[in-house]
Nanobody, 125 residues
Framework: QEQLVESGGGLVQAGGSLRVSCDSS????????IGWYRQAPGIEREFVAA???????SYGDSVKGRFTIARDNAKNTVFLQMGSLKPEDTANYYC???????????????????WGQGTQVTVSS
């Protein structure tokens, strides 16, 4: 299975910022989209943000206005810049990728076929 690698997680105080990265260098297919999801213990995985190969972007309601997704094609990396962090943002953050042609529900978790191991983000109050 091709691999994504997340990095950049850590501990940050509420109100602070953090940037996590998703390296897709291990995937040889052309990717249609990369998405960020997060999961806290006992809670279903939640959509955070996603970006298509053409630069179309979508955000989950809980992070709109606070998080920014961007891609560096030269580095095969997608970044998630997180600001105004809250304790409820604490979760393991995963990135997913897919080579499949774009579909209307392209932010749905089931659309993504390759996943990384996640990076933990902890926001202290």
């Amino acid at each position: 299975q091709e691999q994504l690698v997340e990095s950049g997680g850590g501990l940050v105080q509420a109100g602070g910022s953090l940037r996590v990265s998703c390296d897709s260098s291990g995937i040889t297919s052309d990717l249609a989209a990369i998405g960020w999801y997060r999961q806290a213990p006992g809670i279903e995985r939640e959509f955070v943000a996603a970006i298509t190969s053409r630069g179309t972007i979508s955000y989950g309601d809980s992070v709109k206005g606070r998080f920014t997704i961007a891609r560096d094609n030269a580095k095969n990396t997608v970044f998630l810049q997180m600001g105004s962090l809250k304790p409820e943002d604490t979760a393991n953050y995963y990135c997913g990728a897919t080579p499949s042609p774009l579909i209307p529900n392209w932010t749905r978790q089931t659309y993504y076929t390759d996943w990384g191991q996640g990076t933990q983000v902890t926001v202290s109050s």
